[in-house]
C-alpha cells in the first residue's frame, strides 16, 4: 500500500508564482501595495509559528507494538515527508518575511523621495514578494490536502491492527480446552436421593 499523495503541487506552484510574479513586475507598483503590507506581515508571522508548531508535534502512536513493521514503516516516511514540506513552507515563509521587509523599507523611502536613486528595485521586490506569497498560498493548500490523506491512511493502519488483535482473541479461544465446571453440587445431590431411595 502506498502513502498519500502530498506532492502534487510541486511543478504547478513555481509555474502559478512566477507568472504572478512576472505581471506583478510589469503591472504592479509597489506603493499600490504599501498599505497591506503591515497585515502581511502579521498573517506570515502566524503562518510561520504555525508550522513550527507542527513540525514539533509527536508522532500519535503510543503502543507501536500493536502494529506491523509494515505499517510502522508506511507511517513514518509518510509523517517524514509531511515535515519536510513544511520545512519547505517554513523556508518559503520565512524568505517572504525578509522580502516584505525589504518592500517596505522601498517603499518608505520612495514615499519620502519619489526620485530615490534605488526606486528601480521596486519592481523586482514585488515581483518576488508576489511570487512568494502565490507560492505559500498553494503549499497551504497542498498541507490541508496532505493532512486528510495522512488522516485516512491512520484510520486504516489503526483498522489493520484492531483486526489482527480481534484475530488473535478469536484463535485464543479456538485453541483453549473447555474446562469442566464444578461437579460437586450434583454428586451431593445424587447422594442424598440414594439415601432416601434406601
Do not use: H
Not at 508550522?51 to 507494538?65: E, G, K, M, N, Q
Not at 505499517?71 to 518575511?97: S, Y
Not at 486504516?156 to 480481534?166: P, S
Amino acid at each position: 500500500m502506498r502513502g498519500p499523495r502530498i506532492g502534487w503541487s510541486w511543478i504547478f506552484a513555481p509555474l502559478a508564482a512566477i507568472a504572478g510574479g512576472v505581471f506583478a513586475f510589469r503591472y504592479v507598483p509597489l506603493p499600490a501595495l504599501a498599505p497591506i503590507f503591515p497585515a502581511t506581515l502579521v498573517a506570515l508571522s502566524m503562518i510561520g509559528a504555525a508550522v513550527l508548531v507542527r513540525l514539533a508535534r509527536a508522532a500519535p502512536i503510543t503502543s507501536p507494538a500493536a502494529f506491523t513493521e509494515e505499517d510502522l514503516g508506511l507511517f513514518f516516511d509518510t509523517l517524514r515527508a509531511l515535515a519536510l514540506r513544511l520545512f519547505a513552507l517554513f523556508v518559503l515563509v520565512v524568505c517572504n518575511l525578509i522580502a516584505l521587509l525589504v518592500a517596505i523599507w522601498i517603499a518608505d523611502n520612495i514615499r519620502q523621495n519619489p526620485n530615490w536613486d534605488w526606486a528601480f528595485l521596486a519592481r523586482y521586490v514585488i515581483a518576488v514578494l508576489t511570487t512568494l506569497s502565490i507560492w505559500i498560498t498553494i503549499k497551504l493548500f497542498e498541507m490541508a490536502y496532505g493532512d486528510i490523506g495522512f488522516l485516512s491512511l491512520q484510520r486504516e493502519i489503526l483498522a489493520r491492527a484492531v483486526k489482527r488483535d480481534r484475530m488473535k482473541e478469536a484463535e485464543k479461544k479456538i485453541a483453549s480446552p473447555i474446562e469442566p465446571g464444578p461437579a460437586a453440587p450434583y454428586g451431593r445431590a445424587l447422594s442424598s436421593l440414594g439415601k432416601k431411595a434406601s
